[in-house]
């Protein structure tokens, strides 16, 4: 279902985020604190809708560009007019610069310690329950979830056909919904329904104590013999060992924007020693080079996965590179990003929707934050696009499965079941990329355990 306030019109056909891809995105040459000043605030308001958010867009990378340089007074400058203009509850550009400027604020803070505990910290973050409500909320919003889902299940399906034990292991097991469907789909199976072992990963045991409910009462329900192993732990922390999988049994692996966690200290630790590198290189299933200079944690989890002979694992992930070392390239990428996925809400819920302002406020933003605002091993929200988890997956072993077109047909007739021509599905090479428009904002991939010639 499309919604849209009475006398607004989508921002697809109306705002600057329509063609906010082609748009020169770079700071304006030389601007500084009087840069960032020179338009008086009562002309800033008198904007139309189309201006402000093209002045809105300049205003915020001049912004970064001045965060970055540690121009502090320029920043200053420039979040004043941004505030000015945006708004959490305004249109799609209005939203997502406040979000942004937010972020941007935060990082300025960073430069006197003092203030930004005294500030930030009585400031938590959302609850891990209020994470999952706005992961349902976006669920539901927006389609991108339950496509990449059904894509998953679809492989997980395809792979598991004739066998009579199923383990299926979620590195991010906090929501059910995918695996109810997984459940129906077993169900349904001609020759039967295997035994279903599902192993579900999340740090939050009340989470996953929730989705253990929800799963056993349908499992009883549908007839279908099942087994929940909650396993506390965040990825990062996670022991292979804990997954219990077991001889006899086939395994599929799913991991949904979960991945891009791990490579949370890629560039921010010290070179390793020479003999520890060589250790890792070797201890790693494949040594063609693709991981140099050396293994990452990411490329050591995958290689322990690989350990485990899954028969298929599925990855999605964001389509989007902001795992820069520099912020000025980082806020461009994450500018265009997330104004995608604000514009999509725009069409997809009300302005005044208290699900909407839960997905842009306690999910979008607060990724937002961590891409802006942090650095080192805080900086978890580190996407990278699909060439490079590809180099990884293969690196550790993994050959890629081709997606079947039979999920292709479904991925596309749910999208186009939305009422909305801006969701697409593209196929390329046995991958698909969710995407609104033409922007690609996230990968599903499939994988096998091992390599076949």
Request: glycine share 6%.
């Amino acid at each position: 279902m499309v919604h849209q306030d009475e006398g607004s019109s989508s921002s697809v056909t109306s705002s600057p985020l329509q063609n906010f891809s082609n748009m020169p995105l770079h700071p304006h040459p030389g601007a500084g604190a009087a840069g960032a000043g020179a338009t008086p605030p009562w002309m800033l308001r008198e904007l139309r809708s189309d201006e402000r958010g093209l002045c809105l867009i300049h205003l915020l990378l001049n912004c970064a560009a001045a965060a970055s340089s540690g121009r502090l007074d320029a920043a200053n400058a420039a979040l004043e007019h941004i505030a000015t203009l945006a708004a959490p509850d305004g249109d799609a550009m209005q939203r997502v610069a406040a979000a942004f400027a937010e972020a941007l604020a935060r990082r300025a803070l960073r430069a006197w310690p003092g203030l930004c505990r005294a500030l930030l910290l009585p400031r938590a973050g959302p609850t891990p329950a209020e994470v999952a409500v706005a992961r349902r909320h976006f669920f539901d919003l927006c389609p991108f979830l339950r496509l990449a889902g059904a894509a998953a299940n679809q492989a997980i399906l395809e792979a598991m056909e004739s066998e009579k034990i199923v383990h299926v292991i979620d590195l991010g097991g906090a929501d059910a919904t995918q695996w109810l469907e997984l459940l129906h789909l077993l169900a349904a199976r001609p020759e039967g329904p295997p035994h279903f072992r599902l192993t579900a990963v999340h740090e939050h045991k009340d989470l996953l104590s929730r989705t253990a409910m929800a799963l056993t009462k349908e499992a009883e329900r549908l007839d279908v013999p099942f087994q929940f192993n909650p396993v506390v732990s965040r990825l990062d922390a996670l022991d292979v060992e804990s997954l219990r999988v077991k001889t006899g049994e086939a395994l599929a692996i799913s991991s949904s924007l979960q991945l891009h966690r791990l490579l949370a200290t890629d560039d921010d630790t010290p070179a390793a020693p020479t003999a520890d590198k060589e250790r890792r290189r070797k201890s790693s299933p494949d040594s063609s080079g693709l991981l140099s200079p050396s293994t990452s944690r990411a490329d050591a989890f995958l290689g322990a996965l690989w350990g485990l002979s899954p028969k298929v694992m599925v990855v999605a992930e964001q389509e989007a590179s902001h795992n820069t070392p520099g912020l000025t390239e980082r806020f461009v990428e994450a500018l265009n990003y997330y104004a995608a996925l604000f514009d999509c809400l725009e069409v997809g819920a009300a302005r005044g929707s208290v699900e909407r302002a839960r997905v842009e406020r306690w999910l979008l933003g607060e990724e937002i934050k961590n891409i802006v605002a942090c650095d080192g091993a805080e900086r978890r929200e580190r996407h990278e696009r699909l060439d490079r988890w590809a180099a990884r997956m293969e690196g550790a072993g993994f050959g890629r499965v081709p997606l079947s077109y039979y999920a292709l047909l479904q991925a596309r007739r749910a999208a186009q079941g939305l009422g909305c021509d801006g969701f697409k599905v593209r196929e390329e090479k046995g991958t698909f990329f969710l995407c609104w428009q033409e922007r690609a904002l996230f990968s599903v991939s499939a994988w096998r355990g091992r390599r076949f010639d």
